[in-house]
């Protein structure tokens, strides 16, 4: 079953909706898309570029393979030094605490009915690992109220779990859609463990763990490659948003201006950067474009 589920598949489902809904609603479309639905929205319009006359994507990434190493970068270059300094020291922080927290991260997880049949304690250090990519992905980025070492581990724990979602890790998101899809044929990212090596109880910590068919499965760069090519040299239309806090912004989708592509950019925004994110004037020209779009107009032509 699990073989079925791939991006041509998922288009080929956006085509149906839009085959079903057209004779309704006969004006031009557009479609978009946060994240991975903005992966999917583009991958729409790869397969079926008529559907619609523009696409939106929102914070979607294009990884060039299963452990996209521009992130390994990102997490090198985002933020103060002693910022980056701030994050390793809490993770150090709460490793080093172990033996205090992870009874109260168990007594947390089962008064949260999560069943974490991979083992509370492998999940503890999952969360632990993930926590740089979700502290810049999804908070404010405050690095002032990072607990270090000798803090209470109540608090080391209280900031683990304010950051990182740990649902991601139950038995409820195991055999997810979603990771078989990053897995399979969208690329995803590494855990960095070079700096806890010491403090791990395991050698590897593989993201797809929670893919279904994990360890067998196979990852196929074809589909990223093929979209890569598509958005350089044929794909009209297409706008894509970004906040650069986001290390899913590292992995950004190509573009190409000749082809009334546009993308934009929030200095200061996280993987909830959207229109309504942007100043007013970013907003103003996003909503004129896709407005432009709806109408049928070309470019406008560059002042010489």
């Known amino acids: 079953v699990w073989d079925l589920l791939t991006v041509e598949q998922a288009a080929a489902d956006a085509h149906r909706v839009v085959e079903l809904l057209k004779p309704l609603y006969a004006g031009p479309w557009l479609n978009a898309g946060w994240s991975k639905g903005g992966q999917a929205a583009v991958y729409h319009r790869f397969f079926y570029p008529d559907d619609v006359v523009g696409t939106v994507a929102y914070d979607a990434p294009l990884p060039r393979s299963l452990e996209d190493e521009r992130l390994d970068y990102f997490f090198s270059a985002i933020g103060s030094d002693s910022c980056r300094d701030g994050l390793q020291e809490f993770q150090r922080a709460v490793l080093e605490a172990r033996d205090e927290i992870v009874p109260r991260f168990r007594w947390w997880a089962r008064g949260m009915d999560l069943e974490l049949s991979v083992g509370e304690e492998r999940v503890f250090e999952y969360a632990v690992l993930e926590f740089p990519f979700s502290f810049w992905q999804y908070t404010d980025a405050d690095c002032g109220r990072l607990p270090?070492?000798?803090?209470?581990?109540?608090?080391?724990?209280?900031?683990?779990?304010?950051?990182?979602?740990?649902?991601?890790?139950?038995?409820?998101?195991?055999?997810?859609?979603?990771?078989?899809?990053?897995?399979?044929?969208?690329?995803?990212?590494?855990?960095?463990?070079?700096?806890?090596?010491?403090?791990?109880?395991?050698?590897?910590?593989?993201?797809?763990?929670?893919?279904?068919?994990?360890?067998?499965?196979?990852?196929?760069?074809?589909?990223?490659?093929?979209?890569?090519?598509?958005?350089?040299?044929?794909?009209?239309?297409?706008?894509?948003?970004?906040?650069?806090?986001?290390?899913?912004?590292?992995?950004?989708?190509?573009?190409?201006?000749?082809?009334?592509?546009?993308?934009?950019?929030?200095?200061?925004g996280n993987h909830f950067t959207f229109i309504s994110s942007l100043n007013d004037h970013d907003a103003d020209e996003a909503v004129a474009t896709l407005k432009r779009w709806l109408a049928g107009e070309p470019p406008m032509a560059e002042e010489p």
Request: glycine content about 6%.
């Open 148 to 268: 270090g070492r000798g803090a209470d581990p109540d608090l080391l724990l209280a900031k683990l779990l304010e950051v990182v979602g740990i649902g991601w890790y139950s038995d409820d998101t195991l055999d997810s859609p979603a990771f078989h899809q990053f897995c399979t044929e969208l690329g995803y990212y590494g855990n960095q463990t070079e700096h806890l090596q010491d403090l791990l109880r395991e050698s590897e910590y593989p993201n797809c763990r929670w893919a279904p068919g994990w360890p067998d499965i196979e990852f196929d760069p074809a589909p990223t490659r093929a979209l890569a090519e598509w958005l350089q040299t044929e794909a009209e239309r297409i706008m894509t948003i970004y906040g650069a806090l986001d290390p899913w912004s590292a992995p950004a989708m190509p573009v190409n201006e000749r082809l009334d592509q546009h993308q934009i950019w929030l200095y200061e």
